[in-house]
T-cell receptor
């Protein structure tokens, strides 16, 4: 059983550019959540995908968007990068079985994005 | 005021000491998670609780639903326990997200 993987591990971009981060879910998991963790802070929820559709969103602008693929892997896209987007981006996968039933989330190692 | 508050924010102790980290939350929850984050970023899930107490090795997690409070205890602490410990809750209102505390930075000196 493989764990949650993310790529790339580190990334440097400049203001105004676009970035795509990738996440492969743990085997058997159908739900992916993305989090942003600024330095010294706890993670903040960006959004969650379940069966290829967005299934909840935090307080992030529309320039943060995502995709989930049939194999349950996922992408986080950020357009028009700003300096404040510099953070560790974490994805977590879980198996969602229906309303009110939640299973543990397993986190990937994260992608550290630096915006110059 | 944050929905999830942890205390202390920083904790330094000597090897072998008994460690307690506290988490208070202000919303109804369906589950509470304790997570461990080492330098470099990777997060490991330690416990998921909805009631009572769980134990895994030297780690013990308890939750009091009525008081909206949880504690993480580490017995016989070791330098390898040094990490940031994060409490996160999942709302009982059907929200899909986890809401995180700000973390407790634990340093165990030999």
């Amino acid at each position: 059983e493989t764990g949650v993987t993310q790529s790339p591990t580190h990334l440097i971009k400049t203001r105004g550019q676009q970035v795509t981060l990738r996440c492969s879910s743990q085997s058997g998991h159908n739900t992916v959540s993305w989090y942003q963790q600024a330095l010294g802070q706890g993670p903040q929820f960006i959004f969650q995908y379940y069966r290829e559709e967005e299934n909840g969103r935090g307080n992030f602008p529309p320039r943060f968007s995502g995709l989930q693929f049939p194999n349950y892997s996922s992408e986080l896209n950020v357009n028009a990068l700003e300096l404040d987007d510099s953070a560790l981006y974490l994805c977590a996968s879980s198996s969602f079985r229906g309303t009110g039933i939640y299973n543990e989330q397993f986190f990937g190692p994260g992608t550290r994005l630096t915006v110059l | 005021k944050n929905e999830v508050e942890q205390s202390p924010q920083n904790l330094t102790a000597q090897e072998g000491e008994f460690i307690t980290i506290n988490c208070s939350y202000s919303v109804g929850i369906s589950a509470l998670h304790w997570l461990q984050q080492h330098p470099g970023g990777g997060i490991v899930s330690l416990f998921m609780l909805s009631s009572g107490k769980k134990k895994h090795g030297r780690l013990i997690a308890t939750i009091n639903i009525q008081e909206k409070h949880s504690s993480l205890h580490i017995t016989a602490s070791h330098p390898r326990d040094s990490a940031v410990y994060i409490c996160a809750v999942r709302s009982s209102q059907g929200a899909q997200k986890l809401v995180f505390g700000q973390g407790t930075r634990l340093t165990i000196n030999p």
